[in-house]
């Protein structure tokens, strides 16, 4: 019987090539990346190359950010303005609020007519003699200065004068320059008026605002930047309260001391000088400037009545009255104060000159709260914190 011999089983394993895609090329798809390992497409950067290109996007904003403002800067003083005009009808609301009990919207109206009829009742009853008098100081002016300038050896002070503030002039007739000068004041009056609506759409409702400029920094500095914007509102309130206080004690000082000296138009320079009085510490200079014009053509005692008067005021004004009144709401550094007049000055012009002062009290409040307390953790104080 024939035997079978069993044959002994291999220990191969065969192996399974997959079929090839049909879109594969011929030889399968062993050779080409797998799904799993994705690639950027075209036109788009890969992973590593995405914080750079970030970057380059950032700075692209940012540069663009700043030519926009550059652009706009004209209207930046308006846009403070309106800011501090709104947080003086903030405050009074305010105090009308805690007083009367009334809702906020009616306060705020409240506030804002009698503001203006306030206003509108001091023109009313000082309007035409401030006018007439102010008329009556432009046309002594040319006079005063052509006797100045006789005692002096200056022949034709006004051409001189003239001459040296214009520039030359380019040859511009009078009546060019009475016509620029009309287009000036409508441009003025306009602007006034776009400012004082503006600041009672954001007095309406501050917080609307101060919400919508927070949110373009990040969600969890929100909170930070709102109570910033909110305790600079209350140190740009008490020095503006504070500055109305010190221009009315010297307008009334002025005006009594001008009429028992014996200046003519005593009410309109001391209008002037209160006005000027704006500025810290080169306004009552500039202010003070068309009194001793005046009373230098009488005679030598008026004028040195009106530079003793003019002296005593902002020796009171410098060391009694500013630092009572700063005391109770914010003390302005003089230093920073006149580099701001300057700097100011230089980028926005006279507007610029007259809201340099409060501008430097907000950037002082937020460096103070937002970089040397809370970010170097240094204690400072920091002004209006307290009336937040």
């Known amino acids: 019987m024939p035997t079978t011999t069993p044959t002994s089983k291999s220990t191969h394993t065969p192996t399974h090539?997959?079929?090839?895609?049909?879109?594969?090329?011929?030889?399968?798809?062993?050779?080409?990346?797998?799904?799993?390992?994705?690639?950027?497409?075209?036109?788009?950067?890969?992973?590593?190359?995405?914080?750079?290109?970030?970057?380059?996007?950032?700075?692209?904003?940012?540069?663009?950010?700043?030519?926009?403002?550059?652009?706009?800067?004209?209207?930046?003083?308006?846009?403070?303005?309106?800011?501090?005009?709104?947080?003086?009808?903030?405050?009074?609301?305010?105090?009308?609020?805690?007083?009367?009990?009334?809702?906020?919207?009616?306060?705020?109206?409240?506030?804002?007519?009698?503001?203006?009829?306030?206003?509108?009742?001091?023109?009313?009853?000082?309007?035409?003699?401030?006018?007439?008098?102010?008329?009556?100081?432009?046309?002594?002016?040319?006079?005063?200065?052509?006797?100045?300038?006789?005692?002096?050896?200056?022949?034709?002070?006004?051409?001189?004068?003239?001459?040296?503030?214009?520039?030359?002039?380019?040859?511009?007739?009078?009546?060019?320059?009475?016509?620029?000068?009309?287009?000036?004041?409508?441009?003025?009056l306009g602007d006034m008026a776009l400012v004082l609506f503006a600041a009672i759409y954001l007095a309406v409702d501050p917080s609307l605002y101060r919400r919508g400029a927070a949110k373009i920094f990040p969600p969890a500095q929100h909170a930070r930047i709102v109570d910033a914007m909110d305790v600079t509102g209350a140190a740009l309130r008490l020095w503006f309260v504070g500055q109305l206080v010190s221009m009315l004690i010297v307008g009334v000082t002025s005006f009594f001391a001008y009429l028992w000296i014996g200046l003519p138009s005593p009410l309109a320079l001391a209008v002037i000088a209160a006005v000027t009085n704006f500025v810290p510490y080169v306004g009552p200079v500039i202010g003070a400037a068309p009194a001793l014009v005046f009373a230098l053509t009488l005679d030598l005692g008026a004028l040195a009545w009106t530079l003793a008067v003019v002296i005593a005021l902002q020796q009171v004004e410098g060391y009694l009255l500013t630092p009572l009144i700063q005391s109770r709401t914010v003390d302005l550094p003089p230093a920073l104060a006149l580099f701001a007049i300057l700097v100011f000055g230089l980028l926005f012009g006279l507007a610029g000159v007259l809201l340099a002062a409060p501008a430097a009290v907000a950037a002082l409040t937020l460096v103070k709260k937002l970089w040397i307390r809370e970010t170097l953790g240094e204690r400072t104080n920091v002004p209006g914190e307290d009336a937040a």
């Open 17 to 188: 090539t997959p079929p090839a895609h049909p879109k594969d090329p011929p030889g399968g798809g062993a050779d080409f990346p797998s799904p799993a390992a994705p690639q950027a497409g075209r036109g788009e950067p890969a992973a590593g190359e995405w914080p750079f290109v970030r970057r380059v996007l950032i700075v692209i904003v940012a540069a663009a950010l700043c030519y926009g403002l550059w652009l706009s800067s004209s209207a930046a003083p308006l846009v403070f303005a309106a800011v501090l005009i709104a947080t003086l009808f903030d405050w009074f609301a305010d105090l009308i609020e805690r007083a009367s009990g009334l809702p906020r919207r009616a306060a705020l109206a409240l506030a804002v007519l009698t503001t203006l009829g306030a206003s509108a009742g001091f023109l009313a009853v000082f309007g035409a003699q401030v006018v007439g008098q102010m008329s009556s100081v432009f046309e002594r002016l040319p006079q005063a200065i052509e006797a100045i300038g006789d005692k002096m050896g200056i022949i034709d002070a006004n051409a001189a004068l003239e001459e040296a503030i214009s520039g030359g002039g380019g040859g511009r007739s009078v009546l060019t320059r009475a016509a620029s000068l009309g287009y000036t004041l409508l441009g003025a």
